[in-house]
């Protein structure tokens, strides 16, 4: 079965500090994983993908994340904060070798950027 | 990606009721997804919305209590039956695959509000 941890509920960060919003996964085949933000009263937005190829992929609003196979964690990364990214994240994953399976979604971190 | 327009936004209704939520995509997607969300919480998926064919509906959802449509590739409906105040949520349509690849994303409608007073 698939899972999604994101072991901090909140972060917080001074505004122009680097930030880190942390993801591990399980599934039994391989990944594909997403980052999603949420802002308030808002639906999902997609923030960025690892299919393959490159452990570090970009994204929207200058994020980033690295995929780490040996620590099954898919961190979501940005080099200098902005109040305006705080938010609600959630981090996604889908099994590539079940075309059927669903996504499956953490918990959530919420994302305060401190002026 | 494909734009999802989903209402109604938010409402606010009495229980014993019904409601029915719209979701319409700007493109032929794969799949469509119905999700429920508590404020500040992750997502619980509701069901899957098939095509021509009844929805696949998760542990803990009933058709009879979520009934779903989807006549085609770009539109479905979700009507929460019956709402208690429990059903108070924010409910999401999602999207999948417009290409059928299946690297793609999901894409969310901005989600309805509801309140079951």
């Known amino acids: 079965a698939q899972s999604v941890a994101q072991p901090e509920d909140q972060v917080n960060v001074a505004e122009g500090n680097p930030l880190t919003v942390k993801c591990t996964y399980s599934?039994?085949?391989?990944?594909?994983l997403f980052w999603y933000v949420q802002y308030p009263n808002r639906g999902l937005q997609f923030l960025l993908k690892?299919?393959?190829?490159?452990?570090l992929v970009k994204g929207s609003y200058g994020f980033e994340a690295e995929f780490n196979k040996s620590q099954t964690s898919f961190h979501l990364k940005k080099p200098s904060a902005l109040v305006s990214d705080s938010a609600l994240y959630f981090c996604?994953?889908?099994?590539?070798?079940?075309?059927?399976?669903?996504?499956?979604f953490g918990p959530g971190t919420r994302l305060s950027v401190l002026p | 990606s494909a734009v999802i327009s989903q209402k109604p936004s938010r409402d606010i209704c009495q229980r014993g009721t019904s409601l029915t939520i719209q979701c319409q995509v700007d493109?032929?997607?794969?799949?469509m997804f119905w999700y429920r969300q508590q404020p500040g919480q992750s997502l619980t998926l509701i069901a899957t919305?098939?095509?021509?064919?009844?929805?696949?509906?998760e542990s803990g959802f009933v058709i009879d209590k979520f009934p779903i449509s989807r006549p085609n590739l770009t539109f479905s409906t979700l009507t929460v039956s019956n709402m208690s105040p429990e059903d108070s949520s924010i409910y999401l349509c999602?999207?999948?695959?417009?290409?059928?690849?299946?690297?793609?994303?999901?894409?969310f409608g901005e989600g309805s509000r509801l309140t079951v007073l």
């Open positions: 996604a994953v889908r099994d590539r070798d079940n075309y059927g399976q669903n996504f499956v």
């Open positions: 599934v039994s085949g391989n990944p594909y």
């Open positions: 690892y299919i393959t190829g490159d452990n």
């Open positions: 493109s032929q997607v794969t799949m």
């Open positions: 919305a098939n095509q021509g064919s009844e929805a696949t509906y």
């Open positions: 999602s999207g999948w695959g417009p290409s059928g690849s299946a690297t793609g994303e999901l894409f």
